[in-house]
């Protein structure tokens, strides 16, 4: 369905900002009225409401694999245990990698989106939008080496993979938080931005121990008892991280309904051969 994106001025006379003339504006010239659509076809709010369902069943869907079939303890296990021995290491692999690519999609489309609404009402320095676009894509690859090289197996890249992901992930959601509060009051209200901020601080927070008590353990086996030597680390590390990881999906959650308000299309252009 074509669309194009109207946005106000500030300093029109129009009205106030807290209104929706002042939020990007969709103009629709489908057969269809906006009001019969579904929900999650308007724009591209699917992109965020699939990463977040999706990422969210690899987590808990692995762990319930491997706690059935009793390959981990029931008190958090690190996410990649749930994940370390077959059949629950294919699915793991399989699920985390079409997250992988679902969460860049979704970042991308989110910094073609603030480059377009950038246009029109500035505020944001193109150099964070780049910045944050360049950690989307470093978390990326990050999960997807978590993904390829189960922890047992290729300690060394899987630990790599995963300090990207979370190193890189954590640096995204805090400047994305920054330029939804630069871009205030387009987009978004001060209230999803200060939901974000939360959701930033959180993971930021979480992120220490996560990788702290990580390197000072420094050990893969997949069953803890509380007597074992660096128990308290091991769950700390192991905590935090679920908390880093169900911070990012909470995150990508406050995008579903911005995602509402716009679309891309793909311009193809034929090259004549002389």
């Not at 993979?161 to 939804?180: D, K």
């Not at 509060?181 to 927070?205: E, N």
């Not at 893969?220 to 030597?229: G, I, M, Y």
Request: charged share 15%; glycine share 6%.
């Amino acid at each position: 369905m074509p669309e194009r994106a109207v946005a106000s001025k500030p300093g029109s006379a129009e009205p106030p900002a807290d209104q929706a003339l002042q939020r990007l504006e969709l103009i629709s010239a489908g057969p269809f009225p906006h009001s019969t659509m579904l929900w999650f076809l308007e724009g591209l709010c699917i992109w965020p409401t699939f990463l977040v369902i999706w990422s969210s069943s690899t987590f808990i869907v692995n762990y319930l694999i491997a706690l059935l079939r009793r390959d981990v303890d029931v008190v958090f296990p690190y996410i990649s245990d749930t994940g370390a021995s077959p059949p629950e290491s294919c699915i793991f692999g399989l699920m985390s990698t079409i997250t992988a690519f679902a969460g860049f999609a979704t970042m991308f489309a989110r910094y073609k989106y603030v480059q377009k609404l950038n246009e029109k009402t500035g505020g944001v320095k193109p150099a964070l939008n780049k910045a944050a676009l360049f950690f989307a894509t470093t978390s990326c690859v990050g999960m997807c080496f978590v993904a390829t090289f189960q922890e047992t197996a290729v300690t060394r890249v899987h630990d790599v993979g995963a300090l990207v992901f979370f190193v890189s992930g954590v640096v995204y959601i805090i400047l994305q938080t920054i330029i939804s509060y630069q871009l205030y009051p387009f987009g978004t209200s001060k209230g999803v931005c200060h939901i974000r901020a939360l959701f930033a601080g959180v993971a930021f927070l979480a992120a220490f121990p996560t990788i702290i008590c990580a390197f000072i353990v420094k050990s893969t086996k997949l069953h803890w008892n509380p007597e074992d030597k660096d128990y308290t680390l091991h769950l700390a590390s192991a905590v935090s991280e679920w908390i880093v990881a169900f911070s990012f999906v909470f995150f990508f959650f406050t995008y579903i309904r911005e995602f509402k308000q716009f679309s891309l299309k793909v311009n193809v252009e034929l090259q004549e051969f002389t």
